[in-house]
């Protein structure tokens, strides 16, 4: 019987490649490997040559993407990233159009969100899109907390004072994180990993859901075997976040708001001027989860108002990243930038990326059972 073909589009990174290609072919999958962002690629040839097949593109270039994914006429049953490369309609078209030998049928993202992929298009082109929800979860949390922590004590400019040789003393002493109110907007499980930290340190902390209260994080069902190690979620300690139903209520009553919510048509933009001159005098936001959810030129101009409310930022995520990476908030001292890198702590990605072999090879063996799929 011949063996269904997965294109990796974007692999795991360093020691993790291995436990990633082994665990697809353990599961009887033809593997091609994208060697563009592996780091040593003569090191994987060597290898892995004679196990799994090659190439070498740009996924981010939509035409270069579609045409390894079809090459030769072969096509792939399913292709997997964890960047989200994204995957619109004339890609879709593309990969499942009719005389593949292999039309594509699964998509797979190793990590939380599936907002690079156009959904309806997969639906009609009858491609299921699947994701790893939960696999970094703590990862995240632990991230929003050093950003919350780096910016309430003011680090980076202590640490830029430093290194030019100036001893900076403290013009007024902080707050402690007890003294603070944290607001969460999205308590899901990463949101609620957070408040279980935030609680931990004596914060008072509220949340606001644009769904029915969730009072615990749902646990991801995990498939792979039990000899591999998986992460333990931490579960929230100390009291759930008080609910709070409204959003221009939360943001009012808040020191710090740390957004925990997908990219959906409903929550791009959602955190715009208006939102955000509802703030508390000297408030922070948190921004772990995806870019388009704030109004990036807003967020820079309340920045940049020495009399607005919001006095600091902190962007993990931004409208355009990789080699599209601009933002307007590119030089504001009080705009603490990273590089959508909350999640990437080595259990996470590799849970992520075990799992998400896990559910491409169950939905490609007519499995569905228990796998997480998003639709439009």
């Known amino acids: 019987m011949e063996r269904s073909r997965v294109l990796l589009v974007d692999a795991a990174p360093g020691a993790l490649l291995g436990r990633e290609l082994e665990r697809l072919l353990g599961h009887g999958l033809a593997v091609t490997l994208n060697l563009r962002r592996v780091a040593d690629g003569a090191g994987a040839r060597a290898d892995w040559g004679g196990r799994v097949d090659f190439t070498d593109f740009d996924p981010f270039d939509e035409a270069a993407l579609l045409a390894e994914t079809v090459r030769d ?12 490369v994204p995957l619109r309609a004339a890609f879709l078209a593309g990969a499942t159009r009719p005389g593949l030998a292999h039309p594509l049928r699964v998509i797979g993202r190793a990590g ?21 929800p939960g696999s970094n979860a703590d990862a995240v949390a632990e991230f929003a907390l050093a950003q919350l922590l780096a910016l309430t004590r003011g680090l980076r400019s202590y640490d830029e004072a430093a290194h030019r040789g100036e001893w900076r003393a403290a013009t007024a002493p902080p707050e402690e994180l007890s003294e603070l109110t944290l607001g969460i907007v999205g308590p899901g499980r990463i949101g609620l990993a957070l408040a279980g930290r935030a609680s931990a340190l004596g914060m008072e902390v509220q949340a606001f859901s644009r769904r029915p209260a969730v009072t615990s994080a749902p646990a991801a069902r995990d498939l792979a075997p039990a000899s591999t190690p998986q992460p333990t979620p931490t579960p929230a300690s100390g009291p759930a976040p008080r609910p709070n139903r409204s959003l221009p209520d939360l943001l009012a009553t808040s020191d710090v708001v740390s957004l925990h919510l997908p990219l959906t048509p409903e929550t791009r933009g959602l955190i715009g001027r208006a939102e955000l001159a509802l703030m508390r005098p000297g408030a922070i936001l948190l921004n772990t989860a995806r870019g388009g959810i704030v109004d990036e030129q807003a967020l820079a101009d309340a920045l940049r108002d020495p009399a607005h409310p919001l006095a600091a930022a902190a962007v993990d995520t931004f409208e355009h990243e990789h080699a599209a990476f601009a933002s307007p908030l590119f030089g504001l001292p009080n705009a603490l930038l990273t590089p959508h890198v909350a999640g990437m702590t080595r259990t996470a990605m590799a849970t992520a990326a075990l799992r998400c072999a896990d559910h491409i090879a169950a939905l490609l063996a007519g499995r569905p059972e228990g796998i997480p799929v998003v639709t439009a």
């Open 73 to 84: 006429g072969l096509g792939h049953h399913a292709v997997k990233s964890r960047a989200g």
């Open 112 to 132: 939380a969100g599936t907002d690079h992929v156009e959904l309806a298009a997969a639906a009609r082109h009858g491609v299921t899109v699947t994701h790893t």
